[in-house]
């Protein structure tokens, strides 16, 4: 197993090698974007994980275990995490990324901010999305995916136009990746063998093509950590992949796609997915239950309990230890 505890005291050591000025009308995005890094990732046959932080203490184990693992990872907030957890605003966690942040390590990403949210609410995205961009946010996705094809073709196509007037990749979803609504999920089984809410692969070229999106999270059995209060410290569902249905999209789309809900998976899914055109993948449940269960004895405990969980994923699940200098070394090449 492995040996890399750190106590959190020396966790501190290692912050911040990049330092970042204050945001300003155009903040600065130091280095390679997550754009190219994502791309880079796709032609290198490996992966760039996200990691959500739902509580801002988690956001130093995890970039500590990215550096001292030499991995590339993002650092991401949806809106559910400042809404329901305690991530407070997508401002707080800029912050929060202004002081333990490394781009030598990470990009910060804004997750999920639903046109219609898990309870069925209208939501402002397109003023959020800005507030991120002015905030400095690498990269942002947009979820249309509770609206008709025609509807989330053209929110989508708002958002991809806000972010490439900013110059940050933007990412859509299309099919349903089920698990963040209140209530049971229906039977995995009975979703999985059905294919229902799986992104269809037709629409999928049109919703590209149409909305000028960068990165398109597809739905073929991957679902999210549930997040209600009743069902939020259970195990989550063990999720299988259908790599054929995923390979139709890749061949349809070209575009790198984002695999939401990565907690769960067997590991053999997660290497097919990553071979047949996931260049992203979200990673939540892992690192936050964890961090909630170490909670009762201490904040200290709780962010080594995400270190902890977090070599595990770079370890064991994604095999990433090292893609950091890979994937920005295409920096010093674009820079002859
Ligand atoms: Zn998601």
């Known amino acids: ?88 605003s997508l401002e707080a966690i800029r912050d929060e990324y202004l002081r333990v942040g490394d781009r030598n390590y990470t990009r910060l990403h804004l997750d999920h901010v639903p046109v219609i949210d898990e309870d069925d609410r209208t939501v402002d995205f397109l003023e959020i999305l800005g507030r991120a961009v002015q905030a400095g946010y690498d990269s942002i996705m947009v979820d249309g995916s509770r609206l008709s094809l025609a509807e989330n073709i053209r929110c989508t196509r708002q958002a991809a136009d806000l972010g490439r007037a900013a110059g940050v990749a933007v990412e859509g979803e299309l099919g349903a990746v089920m698990g963040h609504e209140a209530g049971p999920l229906p039977p995995y089984e009975e979703l999985f063998a059905s294919g229902r809410g799986f992104t269809d692969p037709n629409e999928a070229v049109k919703f590209v093509q149409e909305s000028g999106v960068q990165w398109l999270s597809v739905a073929i059995g991957n679902i999210h950590g549930a997040i209600s209060a009743a069902q939020k410290d259970k195990a989550k569902t063990e999720a299988r992949l259908n790599i054929e249905h995923l390979a139709k999209i890749q061949r349809a789309t070209g575009v790198p796609l984002v695999l939401h809900g990565g907690t769960g998976i067997r590991k053999e899914y997660i290497q097919q997915a990553i071979r047949h055109g996931i260049a992203k993948i979200n990673v939540a449940t892992a690192i936050r239950q964890p961090y909630e269960r170490a909670l009762k004895q201490s904040v200290a405990a709780a962010q080594q309990a995400v270190y902890d969980a977090m070599l595990v994923v770079i370890h064991q699940d994604l095999e990433i230890a090292g893609t950091a200098k890979q994937l920005l070394a295409a920096e010093t090449a674009k820079g002859r």
């Open 1 to 88: 197993m492995h040996s890399f505890r750190l106590s959190i005291p020396d966790l501190a050591r290692f912050s911040h090698t990049t330092p970042m000025t204050t945001p300003s009308t155009t903040p600065p995005r130091p280095g390679l974007s997550t754009a190219d890094l994502v791309a880079r990732a796709r032609q290198l046959g490996t992966v760039v994980p996200g990691f959500n932080i739902p509580y801002l203490p988690m956001m130093q184990p995890v970039v500590a275990a990215l550096r001292d693992t030499g991995s590339f990872g993002l650092i991401m907030v949806a809106r559910l995490e400042w809404e329901k957890f305690e991530s407070r």
